[in-house]
């Protein structure tokens, strides 16, 4: 038998690697662990994953009509024929893991179009403030949109759209039109508005006279003069 001679340094690196990789074996059985125990604390809802492996929440009582699913736990067959925006009856049938009662299978009236081409109020988006409301060259931002689960449409229900930006940091219409009525001589409404250069000429010379403050008042009462940071009046 040869004995192998180890010096300290090598003993130490390897009592690393391994204490290293039996941490890194202990965080992963956790992981996997609560992941479980996530899934199972989901009160008295059926599970379906979709395409993109997100948990869709479907009626688990046997008592709720099997029509009146949402269209999440429904597979709807659209016919050759739809013509975009006109009322047709698609084929829609439920999958065998989801209670409900009546038939599986059945004829549902919709609008033939595709999920993007859902109304505004069809469609939930994420909103987003770090836009500009006045500027026109950025009033609008692309984000993702989904749409509501009552609603049959054809393909992806989430998509990109372009939404106009519509954010608020909490400017009042009507505090700016008082502040131009009575202090826009003083340039107090540029003031509130975050408009400091104008708010200064304005100040030093007496609201243009009059002419400016006058100009200021009927810009901010049609909303074309708003906060300076681009958001939009509460």
């Not at 009582?61 to 047709?88: D, Q, R």
């Not at 009552?150 to 400017?171: A, H, M, P, S």
Request: charge should be neutral; hydrophobic fraction near 35%; glycine fraction near 6%.
């Amino acid at each position: 038998m040869k004995c192998v001679h180890i010096s300290i340094r090598n003993a130490v690196v390897i009592l690393l690697c391994f204490l290293t990789q039996h941490s890194h074996m202990l965080d992963n059985e956790m992981d996997v662990s609560s992941t479980k125990r996530d899934v199972k604390n989901i009160p008295a809802e059926k599970i379906i994953r979709s395409r993109e492996d997100k948990i869709i929440p479907c009626s688990s009582s046997e008592s709720t009509p099997c029509t009146n699913l949402n269209a999440v736990c429904l597979n709807c067959n659209f016919t050759n024929s739809c013509i975009y925006g006109e009322k047709v009856n698609v084929t829609c049938m439920v999958d065998s893991y989801i209670k409900c009662s009546g038939d599986r299978t059945f004829e549902k009236t919709v609008i033939c179009q595709y999920c993007y081409q859902t109304e505004r109020w069809e469609h939930n988006c994420e909103l987003k403030a770090d836009c500009h409301s006045i500027l026109k060259s950025k009033n609008t931002y692309q984000t993702n949109c989904t749409v509501r689960d009552d609603i049959v449409c054809l393909g992806e229900r989430t998509f990109n759209k372009n939404v106009q930006c519509n954010w608020t940091r909490g400017y009042r219409w009507t505090t700016t039109l008082a502040l131009s009525i009575g202090l826009g001589g003083f340039g107090a409404d540029r003031f509130y508005l975050g408009h400091w250069q104008e708010g200064i000429g304005k100040l030093f010379s007496f609201g243009g006279f009059g002419v400016w403050t006058l100009i200021d008042v009927i810009l901010i009462s049609l909303h074309y003069l708003g906060p300076a940071d681009g958001s939009l009046y509460i």
